[in-house]
């Protein structure tokens, strides 16, 4: 069973910048499209952005222009550089494939506020 783990969250202020990281095992990130999704304080998990294995980017429309999805296969680790971020942006964040399987992480927590 793959195994998530989410880091690099943290508090940061808004219009604030920071980068969370995806480990997982296996070699997961070369055959499957992978996802990042947030869960905010009441409500539902939802998903923020992925990328295929051709390296293709999709994103919500809450953080296209703003939010960055990448991988490094070698280190099987991916990435979300999150820019200009908002108090709305405040979630736990997991990683996951596409569409998602029963395993998730811990995630990691993003608080955006002043």
């Known amino acids: 069973q793959v195994q998530f783990v989410e880091s690099g969250g943290g508090l940061v202020q808004p219009g604030g910048s920071l980068r969370i990281s995806c480990a997982a095992s296996g070699g997961i990130f070369n055959i499957n499209t992978m996802g990042w999704y947030r869960q905010a304080p009441g409500k539902g998990r939802e998903w923020v952005a992925s990328l295929n294995t051709f390296g293709s980017t999709f994103y919500a429309g809450s953080v296209k222009g703003r939010f960055t999805i990448s991988r490094d296969n070698a280190k099987n680790t991916m990435y979300l550089q999150m820019n200009s971020l908002k108090p709305e942006d405040t979630a736990v964040y997991y990683c996951?494939?596409?569409?998602?399987?029963?395993?998730w992480g811990q995630g990691t927590q993003v608080t955006v506020s002043s």
């Open positions: 996951n494939t596409v569409p998602t399987g029963d395993s």
